[in-house]
């Protein structure tokens, strides 16, 4: 099902033998992956499998040693993750990557803010720019924040995650990346951030997404994609496989 | 359990609440003790003198408020300050005679800046791009500032002979002379020297000066982007980074930014007392430290106001005022002040132990 409807379509992603060495140690080893507009791909695989390599690879913090990129059909290179992020692909890391003592809007807007000029003197940040946009686009996820004034450090977990997914969002992201997004979140969070992600995916944001947690997994992704050592050994639609498939997998006894 | 969240909640809004607004109900309450046991405690004179006398602490804890909030600490603001008052005395007096005075002034400060600015460059070079701890970064620039500053003034005080210096430390906006009337930036003219003593003067031009950069401070630090990255770089560094802040340029600017308060700071020393002297600001790192962190900045970083930092030097200041009038002996004020500022520190650690939970 899943393939037929990508036929025709152009991956919004592309990327091709992909590999990445430290040293003696082959942590990607010639890994292609292609990633369809609206489609959360999970990429599972047992610790040091090269998840978290090939990810950054993709958003810009390691240059491959081999392979190309090609967002969109264009190739890409990027010097940095900021390169990446001004391209579109948004990395959400599992510490999240926020200023606690600093509110939502800021947190949403760090490092692009908006200015006004103030009596003609000096460029002020436009705070109340800023909280009209992170309005607009948290209502467009659907995400509830009570007083988004208030700093980061007094929200939950999950809105923490909101806010950095809103961030994405906001700058038009044309990927989401994300590492263990839920590993420190309770259950009704977790959920929450599933919620994000469908929201994400029902407006064509691709989501790229890495999980030891199978619950996490099944619960969101439309594809499967497995990596032992290095290598990708499964590429599969997440409703043609159970659990036990996937560790089977993951651990090379398939 | 959900009683217990309930508590937790409010005695973490309460303590929020204290954190806050603790250092003015201290401040109130001392100037209200120092009024009622003090005889001239609140008089124009005296709110005058107290501003006065707090102008230099005050310039160079605008300074260590955007290091504090960064993140960092500037220990070498005292020395910085001291070196940069010798060099700029010492500028002042090579000046021909005939030179008009706001030249004078003006060279002495440009001279101080400049060798404050290579201090600072150096600090911030070293924290943001070598990323040397700003404790050791500037304690090293404290050793070097100390030693300069000695160096070039042989260890004593250097006089300034400039003609009206003094008056400019110490002149006033206004004067009134109960016979002679108002006057605008310098006495009445024709008043014999014994009638002097009857003048009152209004808006201390240190006072004025300390207001103006105040103000300018308070507005760069919360609206504009420069400010914000201060906090952003404070709150969380490698955020901040991620997020595209020119994390390095920033800092290198904040160690900059200290340099030039405590230069300025070490000419209104030069202006206010005629002499620049290379220990001028060795009570300058506890007074600003305790100022900034009474204010209600965090050591950790990413908190802090330049109005808060204001009613910490008030605090200081009103303190060192109303125990000489009190005729207490005024090294109980070293003492007083260090134990404010370890209060305030307990404060601070309370509010992030339980912000963390
Ligand atoms: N910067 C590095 N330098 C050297 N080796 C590295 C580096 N980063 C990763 N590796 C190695 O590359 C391999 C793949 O690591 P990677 O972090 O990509 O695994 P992972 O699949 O993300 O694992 P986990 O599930 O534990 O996060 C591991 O053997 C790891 O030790
Ligand atoms: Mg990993």
Redesign the interface.
Known sequence: MMEKQNTGTQPVLQAVNLTKRFGGLVAVNNVSLDIYPGEVVALAGDNGAGKSTLIKMISGVYRPDAGHIYLEGREITMASPLEARSLGIETIYQDLALCENLDATVNIFLGREPTKRLLGLFKQVDRNLMLAESNKVLDRLDIHIPNLRRPIRQMSGGQRQAVAIARAVYWNARLVIMDEPTAALGVPEQRKVHELIHTLKRQNVPVIIISHNLQDIFAVADRIVVMRRGHKVGDVPAGEVTDDDLVAMMVGSA | MRLQTGEIRSSRFWLDTLSKIWAWLFLLGMVAFFSVAGDGFLTPFNIQAILANMAILMIIAIGQTYVIISGGIDLSVGWVMGMAAVISATVMNRLPESSPLWLVVLSGLFAGLLAAWIAGLVNGILIARLNVPPFIATLGMFGIARGIGFLLSGGMPVPIYVRGLGFLGNGFLLYHHPTAGWSFLSPPPGLAQAELRNLTGYFPFVVIVMLVLLVIAH?TLS???F??HT??I???K???M????PVERRLVAIYLLSATFAAIAGIVYNVRFTNGAANAGEAMLLDTVAAVVIGGASLFG??GTVIGTLIGALIISVLANGLVILRVNPFWQFIAVGIVIIIAVLIDQAREKF?QE
């Open positions: 507005i609206r504009t982007k400010g914000l906090y952003a404070g709150g969380n490698e955020a901040a991620r997020a595209g802040i990413g908190a912000a």
